[in-house]
Each structure stands twice: as structure tokens, then as C-alpha cells.
């Protein structure tokens, strides 16, 4: 089965396992086997491969839809760093 052929947003996910009863997803720590979908829903086995069902969309949050990078900014917060 194509990659995309889902959802543009459908990629394999890259933390992974496989296992006789399925995929393990090593996304988190529940470590879900799964069968069809994962405990999240953002998960999918397709054809004993496991893929991102949300790949490159934002969250959203409760003030709406927000990017939140994984890289941050230490410098606005260095003068807190420090005095530690």
C-alpha cells in the first residue's frame, strides 16, 4: 500500500517494533501493541507497519492552534538558569 495513499498526513512512524501479535508502538510509555489503532488514535497498523495518523499538523490547545517547537529559546529564560 502506498505511503500517502491514506492521508497526506499519514507517515510510518519511525518508533517501532515488530511482534508476533502486531506492531509495538515505542511512541510512549503505555508501549501499545497494536493491532489496528493505538490507544491515542494516532496510530495505525497498516499491513504489520505502523504509521503516524497526525504527521506534521499542529495541536491544538485550549487558546486554539498553536506551534510549540521542541527547540526552545534558552535565552529569555538564561537569568533564571542562572540563578538556580
Not at 501479535?21 to 491515542?40: A, P, Q, S
Not at 488514535?41 to 504509521?51: A, E, F, S
Not at 506534521?56 to 534558552?74: H, M, R, S, T, V
Amino acid at each position: 500500500m502506498a505511503e500517502n495513499s491514506i492521508n497526506p498526513c499519514t507517515k510510518r512512524a519511525r518508533l517501532q517494533r515488530k511482534i508476533n501479535d502486531g506492531v509495538l508502538c515505542l511512541t510512549c510509555e503505555r508501549k501499545c501493541i497494536v493491532n489496528k489503532y493505538g490507544f491515542c488514535k494516532t496510530r495505525k497498523n497498516i499491513d504489520g507497519v505502523l504509521h503516524t495518523l497526525i504527521y506534521g499538523e499542529i495541536a491544538p490547545d485550549f487558546y486554539g492552534i498553536q506551534a510549540n517547537p521542541i527547540e526552545k529559546n534558552l535565552s529569555s529564560i538564561s537569568g533564571l538558569v542562572a540563578g538556580l
